[in-house]
């Protein structure tokens, strides 16, 4: 009995507490470990998009509505949660959506209307014929075939570099440009994996070649999403701004900016060939690459495809009346193309939307009743992107309409007298940098381009002739890996290092924005200026 009630935690004694004492330090201990899972950078980064906008709020004081200060709180928020990765970018790009009924900018029905327009029409039937041709292998087969014809017999290192380079940069013009770099990557790391680097010898012959095809791959992809409205989202985030700060304007089309684009991505990549070729691709380089990679070994992995089957064929046929359809929709005054039929009604977006639904109709042939494309073969679409473009057009419409925009125009009223030769590299230049340094290239272009709207509208100049500087050096990101997914994935194959990258793409970026100092006032003045009357 006595061992029963020594061993009972329970006394009848009152004055014996229930729980140990040592139970009270256990909790003030479970109070600090939880309140140290909580006080992490993490949070604080989170904190720090709300307490930005209180500070906004608090102590920016502006001559002009309170909705002007107060989407300059949204702003500090939105683009803190962006910069710090503090919350999920997808997330974070739909917070307009509760910010702006908040804050008092604009109701949730005019902000929703931003996060789906012609513009995210043609993205997502894009992606979805992106989707298609990465499924049925197709980017693989047209990069053998184009580097099979570019090998040379014997090999000609400068010759394949620019076979590889040019084959991804046209998969980027129809594909965005991260996709492309994704996709393509495998393919020039196959190529190289026959070739024996020696990690103690970094400045061999093949160590050389082998940087040289990777940067080519990543900065190629860059180039050739610049060239056409569907490469890359600064392209859309440029034509929907302009749609909508000047919806009775004539809309960019997608011959338009081809017409503009496609030449001054030729010279970039060009100049990109040659200072690859200058500093990777040596004398005699060709008879040590040729012991290890010829012709033969291409043939081998074109041969592992098989022949070009009847889907293949399909989506090749989709994917070109695509093409034909968007380059013919408006032509010129004269000739105004198929567009004119509809009244103005359709757009490039219908066609890629439409071009997109024939897939999920037209059978693949392989299996009874299986289409070309299915739903489940969608589950990849990039929804982050759709959402950070309906997000900067949602940003752009806050800032002109509460008044922001107005507010800006006069603190730059400085530059009127400046002339255009000087604003526009400079436009391109800070562009560039803050791409390359601070945030992503879409997050740029969709803070710069509403400022270069208003820059325009004081300097009295056409506003594409500083709107399409910022976006284009937004895409100039190629000194860090941290610049672009783009050069991430090409850093992370293990053959190139920053100072390669920093000791290509400087001479790349001043080649770039030099092509693009030249061919804006000329070429772009024609192409945008004659073409696209603002009203």
Same mark, same amino acid.
């Given at each position: 009995? #006595?061992?029963? #009630?020594?061993?009972? &935690?329970?006394?009848?004694? @009152?004055?014996?507490?229930?729980?140990?004492?040592?139970? #009270?330090?256990?909790?003030?201990?479970?109070?600090?470990?939880?309140?140290?899972?909580?006080?992490?950078?993490?949070?604080?980064?989170?904190?720090?998009?709300?307490?930005?906008?209180?500070?906004?709020?608090?102590?920016?004081?502006?001559?002009?509505?309170?909705?002007?200060?107060?989407?300059?709180?949204?702003?500090?928020?939105?683009?803190?949660?962006?910069?710090?990765?503090?919350?999920?970018?997808?997330?974070?790009?739909?917070?307009?959506?509760?910010?702006?009924?908040?804050?008092?900018?604009?109701?949730?029905?005019?902000?929703? =209307?931003?996060?789906?327009?012609? *513009?995210?029409?043609?993205?997502?039937?894009?992606?979805?014929?992106?989707?298609?041709?990465?499924?049925?292998?197709?980017?693989?087969?047209?990069?053998?075939?184009?580097?099979?014809?570019?090998?040379?017999?014997?090999?000609?290192? &400068?010759?394949?570099?620019?076979?590889?380079?040019?084959?991804?940069?046209?998969?980027?013009?129809?594909?965005?440009?991260?996709?492309?770099?994704?996709?393509?990557?495998?393919?020039?790391?196959?190529?190289?994996?026959?070739?024996?680097?020696?990690?103690? #010898?970094?400045?061999?012959?093949?160590?050389?070649?082998?940087?040289?095809?990777?940067? %080519?791959?990543?900065?190629?992809?860059?180039?050739?999403?610049?060239?056409?409205?569907?490469?890359?989202?600064?392209?859309?985030?440029?034509?929907?701004?302009?749609?909508?700060?000047?919806?009775?304007?004539?809309?960019?089309?997608?011959?338009?900016?081809?017409?503009?684009?496609?030449?001054?991505?030729?010279?970039?990549?060009?100049?990109?060939?040659?200072?690859?070729?200058?500093?990777?691709?040596?004398?005699?380089?060709?008879?040590?690459?040729?012991?290890?990679?010829?012709?033969?070994?291409?043939?081998?992995?074109?041969?592992?495809?098989? @022949?070009?089957?009847?889907?293949?064929?399909?989506?090749?046929?989709?994917?070109?009346?695509?093409?034909?359809?968007?380059?013919?929709?408006?032509?010129?005054?004269?000739?105004?193309?198929?567009?004119?039929?509809?009244?103005?009604?359709?757009?490039? %977006?219908?066609?890629?939307? *439409?071009?997109?639904?024939?897939?999920?109709?037209?059978?693949?042939?392989?299996?009874?009743?299986?289409?070309?494309?299915?739903?489940? =073969?969608?589950?990849?679409?990039?929804?982050?992107?759709?959402?950070?473009?309906?997000? %900067?057009?949602?940003?752009?419409?806050?800032?002109?309409?509460?008044?922001?925009?107005?507010?800006?125009?006069?603190?730059?009223?400085?530059?009127?007298?400046?002339?255009?030769?000087?604003?526009?590299?400079?436009?391109?230049?800070?562009?560039?940098?803050?791409?390359?340094?601070?945030?992503?290239?879409?997050?740029?272009?969709?803070?710069?381009?509403?400022?270069?709207?208003?820059?325009?509208?004081?300097?009295?100049?056409?506003?594409?002739?500083?709107?399409?500087?910022?976006?284009?050096?937004?895409?100039?990101?190629?000194?860090?890996?941290?610049?672009? &997914?783009?050069?991430?994935? %090409?850093?992370?194959?293990?053959?190139?290092?920053?100072?390669?990258?920093?000791?290509?793409?400087?001479?790349?970026?001043?080649?770039?924005?030099?092509?693009?100092?030249?061919?804006? @006032?000329?070429?772009?003045?024609?192409?945008?200026?004659?073409?696209?009357?603002?009203?």
């Amino acid at each position: 009995m #006595q061992n029963d #009630q020594s061993s009972n &935690p329970i006394s009848d004694n @009152p004055r014996t507490p229930l729980l140990p004492v040592r139970v #009270q330090n256990q909790w003030s201990l479970g109070t600090q470990s939880c309140l140290a899972s909580w006080l992490t950078l993490k949070n604080v980064y989170i904190l720090l998009g709300p307490l930005s906008s209180i500070i906004v709020c608090l102590l920016v004081k502006l001559d002009a509505p309170v909705s002007s200060r107060n989407m300059l709180a949204v702003l500090a928020w939105v683009f803190s949660w962006w910069l710090t990765e503090a919350v999920p970018a997808p997330i974070t790009s739909m917070a307009p959506l509760f910010l702006f009924p908040l804050f008092g900018i604009c109701s949730s029905d005019s902000v929703a =209307k931003s996060y789906m327009d012609d *513009v995210i029409a043609l993205v997502l039937g894009s992606f979805i014929l992106a989707l298609a041709v990465e499924h049925y292998n197709i980017h693989r087969r047209l990069a053998l075939n184009v580097t099979l014809l570019f090998c040379g017999d014997p090999l000609n290192p &400068p010759l394949l570099l620019l076979g590889i380079c040019a084959t991804t940069a046209f998969v980027s013009m129809w594909m965005h440009n991260v996709a492309t770099t994704v996709m393509m990557m495998p393919v020039a790391t196959g190529i190289l994996q026959r070739l024996p680097v020696d990690s103690t #010898q970094s400045d061999t012959v093949i160590s050389k070649f082998c940087k040289a095809v990777v940067l %080519g791959v990543i900065y190629s992809a860059a180039i050739g999403g610049m060239s056409t409205l569907t490469g890359t989202g600064v392209n859309l985030i440029l034509v929907g701004m302009w749609k909508s700060y000047f919806p009775q304007a004539d809309p960019i089309s997608f011959s338009t900016w081809s017409f503009f684009a496609l030449p001054l991505a030729l010279v970039i990549f060009f100049a990109l060939w040659g200072i690859l070729c200058l500093i990777y691709c040596s004398r005699g380089s060709g008879q040590v690459l040729s012991a290890y990679l010829d012709k033969s070994h291409l043939r081998r992995e074109l041969d592992m495809l098989g @022949p070009m089957a009847f889907a293949e064929k399909m989506i090749l046929a989709v994917f070109g009346m695509l093409i034909v359809l968007w380059m013919t929709r408006s032509i010129t005054d004269d000739i105004p193309g198929w567009g004119a039929l509809f009244h103005g009604r359709a757009g490039d %977006g219908t066609v890629s939307v *439409v071009m997109a639904t024939l897939l999920f109709i037209i059978p693949n042939k392989k299996q009874t009743g299986e289409k070309l494309m299915d739903w489940n =073969k969608c589950k990849k679409l990039p929804w982050n992107i759709i959402l950070l473009l309906g997000a %900067g057009f949602a940003i752009a419409d806050g800032v002109r309409s509460s008044g922001l925009a107005d507010v800006l125009s006069k603190a730059l009223d400085f530059l009127e007298q400046a002339p255009y030769w000087a604003i526009a590299p400079m436009v391109g230049l800070i562009s560039a940098s803050i791409t390359e340094f601070i945030t992503s290239n879409n997050a740029t272009t969709t803070l710069l381009i509403p400022l270069l709207i208003q820059i325009a509208k004081t300097m009295n100049l056409h506003p594409l002739l500083l709107m399409v500087p910022g976006a284009i050096g937004a895409q100039l990101a190629f000194l860090l890996p941290t610049g672009t &997914p783009s050069n991430i994935v %090409g850093f992370g194959t293990g053959y190139i290092e920053i100072i390669d990258m920093i000791k290509t793409g400087l001479p790349l970026k001043i080649s770039a924005i030099v092509a693009l100092s030249v061919l804006m @006032p000329t070429l772009g003045a024609y192409v945008f200026v004659s073409n696209l009357v603002v009203q």
